[in-house]
């Protein structure tokens, strides 16, 4: 069973910075468009952005021009860096590979992000 561990989260002020990393215990980035996840208390969760496996990005209109996605297929790591964060941003962050309307492998632990104001 795969396993997705998220790291890098804390806590930042308002405008700072935050580089998340997803690894996982077996190499599916090279076969799986892959994408970070976050879920706010009291909030569904929503996906936030997504990397193709040609490298194509898409991202939520809240987060563009602020986050970027990447992968790196040989570490098996997928990023986000997050930059300009915002007190909204806060929230656990995921990554998984989605699947249509569903993910592939089992939700990992996530990492918290907290953004103060």
């Known amino acids: 069973q795969v396993q997705l561990v998220e790291s890098g989260g804390g806590l930042v002020q308002a405008g700072g910075s935050l580089r998340l990393s997803c690894a996982a215990s077996e190499n599916i980035f090279s076969a799986n468009d892959m994408a970070w996840y976050r879920q706010a208390p009291g909030k569904q969760r929503e996906l936030v952005a997504a990397?193709?496996?040609?490298?194509?990005?898409n991202y939520a209109d809240s987060v563009k021009g602020r986050f970027t996605i990447s992968r790196d297929v040989a570490k098996n790591t997928v990023y986000l860096q997050m930059n300009n964060l915002k007190p909204e941003d806060t929230a656990v962050y995921y990554c998984n590979a989605p699947y249509g309307r569903f993910v592939r492998y089992t939700w990992g632990q996530g990492t918290q992000v907290t953004v103060s104001s």
């Open positions: 990397v193709t496996t040609g490298s194509s990005t």
